[in-house]
């Protein structure tokens, strides 16, 4: 039977609106300036269909409120969505709607670090005095098992191993080995974990090729002891697939189960709207936009990401600037010691944030909660597309403060993108001088440039003059010109593609005179030891194209040209548009494989990965 939740009534947090209001504290405290300024005004939603323009986005829903000690003021929201006039000419049309539904990425790991919190800090119902076990008795039995996630003897294998069903020992040669196995916490601020595999779970095009449960044997089980496991210092989808594993066998349901009942039913989100995957009973296919190296902007018809898929906790969810503002709501709550849920309170947050914990020293830092910077620090975008690929330009680089300021906002940060959104959440908590502010940036939409985080950026530069004394950094230099930024940034990225485009075409080309000559190359090619399979098509004109799938088999995959770079490796071009991001090193791009032919005909490919060797036989 499904775990259920132990809900509380909803948060008194009104919704979102076009009209801001302000709030009062218990004590009467007079109304902080900054809350009865529009901060989403005439001005800076025209700079921000600007930016959707040069980065031919197609929607974007931005959220900002000024929160003066932490309160509960109205967020305002604005909803700008292209779309077509009786002349079929592109309008953009602003609306009040902050129920909109976006791929939010990798914001779904501040979604599941805040559930974690939840469940392993919450006030345990009373027992059950019975002999009868009771729904109740259930949940309260799970929740008490959080509690150890803080335990530093109790790392993720140890805790999978112990509550895994049937006492499979699934992980047993981790636990075995003499690594440092990386905690819950390690793998939540990814201080400690496992090289990025986005590779292993995703289809070269971002599509879900493999289950949650079928992660284990085809991930963590085959990783060889002392391989990268507690080695790898950075930033991992693969650490929150990890983490999934070990909530599933805690909790004893489903990981959707697990962020229903500790997540977006006691915050009181809106269940039709925010969700791990899109349900079942919804179309097998969503619209995407992409934008190509020719500045078009593309929809594209993609499988959903589902509740089961490796991914998930990494970047299955989907929500709403509302349900995102929910989270920042309970975290500033927290943080000024207005209990929300009994238990959660703001030394429980220390503990579950790691802040006893030195070995996160290092730059950018990340939390549990996302990275914690301040807004004169070049962290702010650090996570974006524009800095994977302009990692010292000034338009990827430049801060929303100055660098000099004499008085630096404090903020968690966090951005998300995969192919079709790319979207932002930054929380400043504020301090009993300066008034917190919340700024979420949700887009359908991806490309050359990260739209959310130049839209962000502006949003935040408004907000920080805004919260900060009128006399702060009066003598400073004038404020970044992030439209500059903005465009400067996309003469370059569209440049960057389409150069990246003519170089890959001109190097496929001189490479097929060169090289493989002689040798077939095609058929389906089967995983051992592993469910993935690579299937190598030749066109008439000789080409060959790749299309790749896993233990979940795609209807109609797309493919992407793949060509020999040697006389015994091969490589695939996948459009940029269309391909993975790569921030981590755990993209298909930068893959070659090593061709083993027998006769001329190649019979095996394979791949050494940080993680694992796989090899891939030919189906006879």
Same mark, same amino acid.
């Given at each position: ?58 929607? /974007? ?29 592109? %309008? ?46 259930? %949940? ?36 075995? =080995? ?89 915050? =009181? ?51 709403? %600037?509302?349900?995102?503002?929910? %989270? ?99 929380? =400043? ?33 408004? /907000? ?114 269309? =391909? ?41």
């Amino acid at each position: 039977m499904p775990l259920t939740s132990l809900t509380r009534p909803p948060l008194t947090s009104p919704e979102p609106t076009i009209v801001t209001t302000t709030a009062q504290s218990s004590s009467s405290r007079p109304t902080d300036p900054a809350t009865a300024q529009t901060i989403l005004d005439e001005d800076i939603l025209k700079d921000i269909k600007k930016i959707m323009t040069l980065c031919g986005t197609h929607t /974007v829903t931005i959220s900002a409120r000024i929160m003066p000690e932490g309160e509960q003021t109205t967020a305002q929201v604005r909803t700008i969505r292209t779309t077509s006039n009786s002349n079929g000419t592109s %309008v953009q049309e602003v609306t009040e709607d902050f129920r909109q539904r976006f791929h939010i990425a990798s914001l779904t790991k501040l979604f599941v670090s805040v559930a974690l919190f939840i469940a392993a800090n919450r006030e345990l119902p009373q027992e059950n005095r019975t002999n009868t076990q009771t729904e109740q008795d259930k %949940v309260r039995d799970a929740w008490k098992r959080f509690r150890q996630i803080y335990e530093k003897k109790k790392n993720f294998v140890r805790l999978y191993n112990y509550y895994s069903p049937g006492g499979t020992k699934v992980l047993e040669a981790f636990d075995k =080995s003499k690594d440092d196995i990386p905690t819950i916490v390690d793998l939540l601020k990814h201080s400690r974990g496992f090289h990025p595999a986005n590779f292993q779970m995703l289809s070269p095009h971002a599509e879900s090729i493999m289950r949650l449960s079928e992660s284990r044997s085809e991930i963590f089980d085959r990783i060889p002891r002392g391989r990268p496991a507690a080695k790898w210092r950075g930033y991992s989808n693969l650490n929150y697939t990890a983490i999934a594993l070990v909530i599933e066998a805690m909790w004893g349901d489903k990981f959707e189960s697990f962020m229903r009942a500790n997540l977006f039913e006691p915050l =009181s989100m809106d269940l039709k709207s925010t969700c791990i995957g899109i349900p079942d009973t919804e179309s097998d296919a969503e619209t995407i936009y992409v934008v190509n190296s020719a500045r078009k902007t593309l929809d594209l018809q993609r499988r959903p990401y589902r509740s089961d898929g490796a991914e998930a906790a990494a970047l299955g969810a989907y929500s709403t %600037v509302h349900d995102l503002d929910l %989270v920042h709501q309970f975290i500033a709550d927290t943080i000024w010691k207005r209990t929300v849920i009994p238990g959660c309170d703001y030394g429980a947050l220390k503990k579950h944030r790691g802040d006893d914990d030195d070995t996160a020293e290092h730059s950018p830092k990340f939390t549990p909660l996302g990275i914690l910077s301040q807004l004169n620090s070049s962290d702010i975008g650090s996570l974006s597309i524009n800095r994977a690929q302009f990692p010292k330009e000034n338009f990827s680089t430049y801060t929303i403060q100055p660098e000099n300021t004499s008085l630096p906002l404090d903020v968690y940060y966090m951005t998300g993108s995969t192919n079709g959104c790319s979207c932002v959440s930054v929380l =400043s908590p504020g301090k009993p001088t300066i008034s917190g502010f919340s700024v979420i940036v949700l887009t359908n939409t991806s490309g050359p440039v990260d739209a959310a985080d130049h839209i962000s950026r502006l949003v935040l530069q408004k /907000v920080a003059k805004m919260v900060s004394p009128p006399h702060i950094d009066a003598n400073l230099a004038p404020s970044v010109n992030i439209m500059e930024m903005a465009k400067h940034n996309c003469d370059a990225a569209f440049d960057l593609w389409k150069k990246t485009v003519s170089e890959a075409e001109m190097h496929i080309h001189d490479c097929e005179k060169k090289f493989g000559i002689g040798k077939t190359l095609k058929g389906e090619f089967v995983g051992e030891g592993f469910n993935q399979r690579l299937v190598i098509t030749e066109d008439e004109e000789g080409k060959l194209w790749l299309a790749v799938d896993g233990p979940v088999r795609l209807v109609n995959p797309l493919t992407s040209r793949l060509y020999w770079i040697d006389d015994s490796s091969v490589k695939m071009f996948i459009e940029p548009h269309l =391909s993975i991001d790569s921030l981590a090193q755990g993209d298909w791009a930068d893959i070659v494989f090593q061709a083993e032919d027998r006769n001329g005909e190649v019979v095996a490919l394979s791949y050494e990965s940080p993680n694992v060797t796989l090899r891939f036989k030919k189906r006879t």
